[in-house]
């Protein structure tokens, strides 16, 4: 494998396809996000390994809630087991904890256990874990917005509008999206204006340290130009 020489600040991933991956192993839905959850911990771990800052993944939109009650009620209770497992790990490796979206509908107890997570991470970190969690990115500007025009503030600038979105940290350098959609499904709207996107057919839970290499390899031979254009020799 080449060398990555160009290690992005921060990648935002669409962890999309655990259940068409449960499908085709004749397993029930909650058996493809069981499998997801794996997969993040490999793919977080490897990404504080090789200088990665920030690792935004995309866990349960607000559209998420139209699904069955028996699927949403597994989500539910596999993130909060994974935010109990996954404590001494996140502390291990010196990875903050943080969830962005809205609390509307998530249970007491679940806010709680989020919370207490952020919280002991939150000092003496190298990497930021960013969960979009009954996360929408027309409902973080909406939200942005309301707290804009509650503050009183007008002629509000785009780098002071960035700080009312859910959380303040650098947009994505890099998006990846598994399972070969090509669509970014409402998630950081305002954020990838000029993240360059990556998608592979891959479902999440078939993509491994190998796989995250060839996208992080790609991105690597990209030159970004952010609106503008090259010097042409």
Do not use: C
């Amino acid at each position: 494998m080449e060398k990555i020489l160009n290690v992005p600040n921060h990648v935002a991933i669409i962890m999309d396809g655990n259940g068409r991956w449960a499908k085709n192993k004749n397993k029930p839905r909650v058996f493809g996000h069981k499998a997801g959850a794996e997969t993040l911990r490999k793919i977080m771990e490897y990404s504080r390994k090789i200088g990665i800052k920030y690792l935004t993944v995309y866990a349960f939109s607000t559209e998420n809630w139209k699904r069955s009650k028996e699927e949403v009620d597994a989500l539910m209770f596999l993130f909060k087991n994974y935010i109990k497992l996954e404590k001494e790990n996140l502390l291990k490796n010196k990875i903050r904890f943080m969830v962005s979206g809205r609390v509307e509908g998530v249970s007491k107890s679940l806010l709680e256990a989020i919370k207490e997570l952020e919280e002991a991470t939150s000092k003496d970190y190298e990497m930021t874990l960013n969960i979009a969690f009954n996360y929408g990115g027309r409902a973080e500007i909406i939200d942005a917005i309301n707290k804009i025009l509650k503050s009183g503030k007008e002629n509000i600038s785009e780098e002071e509008f960035s700080k009312y979105l859910y959380n303040d940290i650098p947009d994505p350098d890099f998006l990846i999206r598994t399972s070969g959609e090509f669509r970014i499904s409402n998630f950081l709207l305002w954020q990838i204006a000029y993240s360059e996107i990556y998608i592979t057919d891959k479902y999440w839970p078939d993509f491994n340290k190998e796989e995250m290499e060839k996208a992080l390899l790609d991105y690597s031979k990209r030159e970004r130009r952010f609106g503008g254009r090259l010097d042409v020799k």
